[in-house]
């Protein structure tokens, strides 16, 4: 079972910065690709950022040149590092991943997956 544990929320004023994370937890799990999502009250889940097994990155064009989406593999750790932040910035974060599950105790490799975070608040006051 693979848990993705996230942290980094909270309120910050206009302007400020945060960083989120998101860790994978519990079975061995080779995140290949991943990405954060944004929900607002009342609107639909939207994507904010994603990287890909290259590193490779894409962004939502509200989001484009403030925050940066990285990965560190060794931690199995994905971040979310968001500066000059703004009201509408406000919405629960999620994080996303995917990539190959491996039993624990053998090692080898058992299923492809994708996993969800729990989600944190992020509050831009103005």
């Known amino acids: 079972q693979v848990q993705l544990v996230q942290s980094g929320g909270g309120l910050v004023q206009a302007g400020g910065s945060l960083r989120l994370s998101c860790a994978a937890s519990?079975?061995?799990?080779?995140?290949?690709?991943a990405g954060w999502y944004r929900q607002a009250p009342g609107k639909q889940r939207e994507l904010v950022a994603l990287?890909?097994?290259?590193?490779?990155?894409n962004y939502a064009d509200a989001v484009k040149g403030r925050f940066t989406i990285s990965r560190d593999n060794a931690k199995n750790t994905v971040y979310l590092q968001m500066n000059s932040l703004k009201p509408e910035d406000t919405a629960v974060y999620y994080c996303?991943?995917?990539?190959?599950?491996?039993?624990?105790?053998?090692?080898?490799?058992?299923?492809?997956?994708?996993?969800w975070g729990p989600g944190t608040q992020v509050t831009v006051s103005s």
């Open positions: 996303n991943a995917k990539g190959a599950v491996y039993d624990s105790g053998s090692r080898y490799f058992a299923s492809y997956g994708e996993y």
């Open positions: 519990g079975s061995i799990f080779s995140i290949n690709a």
């Open positions: 990287i890909t097994s290259d590193d490779s990155t």
